[in-house]
Each structure stands twice: as structure tokens, then as C-alpha cells.
């Protein structure tokens, strides 16, 4: 087996994407519109992140589910991305609009960390390699 992709539902995948280009220097792999739904993926290397419209979700999850709101405190998952220079790409991710949570910080086994919010909630944690 073999992991293939993350799916986040947002309720504007094309606001994501141009949100993912600007603050983390992603590139938009495709765009699909198919009848009320968008889908779209980014280039991420091996492992792919899309988005797809919260309406799919509603389609796909009759039995309910909570929805990602910068508003409401945070899902407990994140997306990780690893950067050679994290205090730099902490500080392009908040001037793209990601809301901080926590500074970039070296931690006891070597590594420097630092965690955002993107525009949908979605917690995105910067990591050096």
C-alpha cells in the first residue's frame, strides 16, 4: 500500500489554491469543475494535497461532519511541509493571509518548527529537513 493524497474540502477551492501558490509556493497541478464541484491538486512531490468543494463533502457525508473554520479552534490533524528555511516560509505564509500559532522554534531533537492556519483553518506545520 501506498499513501496517494490528502483531500481538504473548502468552501472555495480556487481562493486555496491561489492562497496555497502565494504562501507556500505550491503549483497548481490541475483544476476540475465537474457539475456544482471543483476539484483541484498542487504539486507536492510524491504524495499529493487536493481541495474539493465543501458541497461534494455534503454529498459524500450524509451523517454530518465538521467542517474546517479559521473561527473554531482547529481539526487535530495537520499537513506538514519541509522547507530548508522555515522562518522565512513562516514569515510568507502570514503575509499570504495564514494565521500564526506558533513562532518558529528549534526543538530538542534538531529540527525548527513552526505552525500556521491557513485561510480555510486548516493547521500547516513548516519543518526543517
Known amino acids: 500500500m501506498k499513501f496517494g493524497y490528502t483531500v481538504i474540502w473548502v468552501d472555495d477551492v480556487i481562493k486555496t489554491v ?19 464541484f471543483t476539484w483541484a491538486e498542487m504539486e507536492t512531490g510524491e504524495t499529493t494535497i487536493a481541495f474539493s468543494s465543501i458541497n461534494e ?12 473554520d479559521i473561527i473554531q479552534a482547529p ?10 528555511d522555515v522562518a522565512t516560509a513562516y514569515m510568507k505564509a502570514l503575509g499570504a493571509g ?30 526543517s529537513a
Open 18 to 36: 491561489e492562497f496555497y501558490e502565494k504562501a507556500f509556493g505550491l503549483v497548481q497541478r490541475a483544476i476540475k469543475e465537474q457539475n456544482q
Open 75 to 84: 481539526a487535530l490533524i495537520q499537513i506538514s511541509f519541509i522547507t530548508p
Open 98 to 127: 495564514a494565521k500564526p500559532l506558533d513562532a518558529p522554534k528549534r526543538q530538542p531533537w534538531g529540527q525548527t518548527i513552526a505552525r500556521v492556519r491557513d485561510i480555510n483553518g486548516v493547521l500547516v506545520s513548516l519543518v
Open 57 to 68: 463533502a455534503e454529498s459524500l457525508f450524509h451523517q454530518g461532519f465538521y467542517a474546517n
